[in-house]
């Protein structure tokens, strides 16, 4: 797959492609079922480019090894779903959340941005090889998911490492139903995008 990413996979890859365009698929009904709009959207956003994507090199049996590539970002999930889990569990200020944190921030650098860097040069380069549409939806999707990425990254690093100390309670604001107190009285929303992306 190395060698050849656009013809060259062993069967299990492909079946790998295509559970995974199941998840995605699943979890994007599971997300219009149980979260509003714009809650979701970022993610409804994320998994429809990918299922788009994916389900291109499912439906041609060509690009099955730029896709196992692309898998590599939702390594990053699992410390994605730790950071949520423990910020749900009011555990933020704690060394288990510090670390949660800085394994997010630097399996996302690692998992998401260093091989979304990868596949953008090997699109730019083999241009010449893969159809006009393919380019285009696959651009699409290198800067979607690239932006999306990027900030995540972001709104991980100010709110969990570049703030020095838990702001204090805006007075006279109230805790409302679509917020939740975390961190000393600290109003966290509860659809925060930090919160809510899963991968």
């Known amino acids: 797959m190395a060698a050849d990413p656009i013809h060259g996979h062993p069967p299990w890859a492909l079946v790998l492609v295509a559970v995974s365009v199941g998840y995605f698929l699943a979890d994007g009904v599971d997300m219009l079922r149980n979260q509003t709009l714009g809650q979701a959207w970022e993610l409804l956003c994320h998994h429809f480019v990918v299922v788009s994507c994916l ?14 590539v692309s898998l590599l970002l939702e390594l990053n999930s699992a410390c994605l779903h730790l950071r949520k889990l423990l910020l749900l569990s009011h555990q933020a200020p704690s060394l288990a959340f510090s670390m949660a944190s800085w394994a997010t921030l630097a399996t996302l650098a690692l998992f998401r941005l260093v091989p979304l860097a990868w596949m953008s040069l090997w699109l730019i380069q083999q241009q010449h090889q893969v159809p006009p549409p393919l380019v285009i939806l696959g651009g699409t999707g290198l800067v979607t998911v690239g932006a999306i990425s990027i900030t995540l990254g972001v709104r991980i690093l ?39 992306l899963k991968d």
């Open 55 to 68: 389900s291109t090199a499912i439906l041609s049996s060509h690009y099955v090894g730029l896709s196992v």
């Open 158 to 196: 100010v709110s969990d490492v570049l703030r020095s100390r838990p702001h204090l309670p805006i007075p006279g604001h109230k805790e409302t139903r679509g917020t939740r107190r975390c961190c000393e009285g600290e109003l966290v929303s509860r659809d925060d995008s930090t919160l809510s």
